[in-house]
T-cell receptor, first 110, second 115 residues
Framework: GEDVEQSLFLSVREGDSSVINCTYTDSSSTYLYWYKQEPGAGLQLLTYIFSNMDMKQDQRLTVLLNKKDKHLSLRIADTQTGDSAIYFCAENSGTYKYIFGTGTRLKVLA | NAGVTQTPKFQVLKTGQSMTLQCAQDMNHNSMYWYRQDPGMGLRLIYYSASEGTTDKGEVPNGYNVSRLNKREFSLRLESAAPSQTSVYFC??????????????FGPGTRLLVL
């Protein structure tokens, strides 16, 4: 069935780049999302990519999509302590239905 | 422009009690959603409303009811709370349920503990 998998934890030093990975199974996914959840808060939309794109860049964020391997990554350049949060990957085939990953907890060390 | 708001922020219930979680959006979105978030799991859809006047079951609807009160408001009701309903509940909205306007925006969540 449909599934989205992410590693649970990632720890990086302030100023380094972070790369958060995600794999999905639904080949009909046309939109792939990254959301950020800070402690005690809701999910904040960071960015999304269409399935016909390989890469999308938005300031410090770079999203890479390998459609053949069904692999999505989020790179955060110059990671700051304010980037510490849980990052969720989600796939969507253009309907109401989102499939969310379990989230990757990013810890940024000063 | 507050986006999606939810009340209450926190709630403690005893088993068997009932309560209603409130959600409102000011983005003039047609579609609204209720999710639950449990440790080690992604968000799971409880119910959604594609447009005012319609509601449909999601992945985990048992034990819940919803009301789409008007275009702005979508409430979630627990008639007889159970410990298994201890969770964080998120409301979300989107312009529509179909591409390219299906991107969902989330509220801050309600943390519910059922004893």
């Amino acid at each position: 069935g449909e599934d989205v998998e992410q590693s649970l934890f990632l720890s990086v030093r302030e100023g380094d780049s972070s790369v958060i990975n995600c794999t999905y199974t639904d080949s009909s996914s046309t939109y792939l999302y990254w959301y950020k959840q800070e402690p005690g808060a809701g999910l904040q939309l960071l960015t999304y990519i269409f399935s016909n794109m390989d890469m999308k860049q938005d300031q410090r964020l770079t999203v890479l999509l390998n459609k053949k391997d069904k692999h999505l990554s989020l790179r955060i350049a110059d990671t700051q302590t304010g980037d510490s949060a849980i990052y969720f990957c989600a796939e969507n085939s253009g309907t109401y239905k989102y499939i969310f990953g379990t989230g990757t907890r990013l810890k940024v060390l000063a | 422009n507050a986006g999606v708001t939810q009340t209450p922020k926190f709630q403690v219930l005893k088993t068997g009690q009932s309560m209603t979680l409130q959600c409102a959006q000011d983005m003039n979105h047609n579609s609204m959603y209720w999710y639950r978030q449990d440790p080690g799991m992604g968000l799971r859809l409880i119910y959604y409303s594609a447009s005012e006047g319609t509601t449909d079951k999601g992945e985990v609807p048992n034990g819940y009811n919803v009301s789409r009160l008007n275009k702005r408001e979508f409430s979630l009701r627990l008639e007889s709370a159970a410990p298994s309903q201890t969770s964080v509940y998120f409301c979300a909205s989107s312009e529509m349920t179909a591409a390219p306007r299906q991107t969902q925006y989330f509220g801050p969540g309600t943390r519910l503990l059922v004893l």
